[in-house]
């Protein structure tokens, strides 16, 4: 998908937003949307979305929707790192296919990195689904503090 295309509202972060596809929700506000991503590069990944926002990416959405999203990455990484003590942590957002964007809603990764793992490639394998209960749970614990 190129950069310049027309946002898919069938997107599966639309159907998160919409309440039509489950999620693994860590944080949710009138504006943001984070959840554990189910096709994890490590453990702890977490998805940050705008919720009002149909952009496909960096280049279309507007400036407040970025900022409420940058804001609750900030948060969300404090949390994750306190939490899951990571050795690293690796923000990223990624803008049309060959960037590898794989879901054309704008989003952003919060993925926690440790020592003596690689990098990880996207989608590589999806996770247990009693595991994200589990880490959402301790997540969610953490926030409420």
């Keep these: 998908m190129s950069l310049t295309a027309t946002y898919d509202s069938q997107n599966i972060f639309a159907q998160i937003i919409r309440g039509d596809a489950p999620c693994y929700k860590l944080y949710e506000d009138d504006d943001v949307l984070a959840f554990l991503d189910v096709f994890p590069q490590s453990y702890g990944h977490t998805l940050v979305i705008p919720k009002r926002s ?17 804001a609750a990455v900030q948060k969300l ?40 793992e690689g990098l990880g490639v996207h989608a590589a394998g999806k996770a247990d689904p009693a595991e994200l209960e589990r880490l959402q749970a301790r997540l969610l614990k953490r926030l409420a503090a």
């Design 54 to 70: 149909a952009a496909c990416n960096i280049l279309d959405v507007d400036t407040e929707a970025l900022c409420k999203m940058a």
């Design 77 to 116: 990484t404090q949390v994750i790192v306190a939490e899951l003590q990571p050795d690293g942590v690796q923000v990223a957002q990624f803008n049309g296919a060959p960037a590898g964007q794989t879901v054309f809603h704008i989003h952003m990764h919060i993925v926690p990195r440790y020592a003596g």
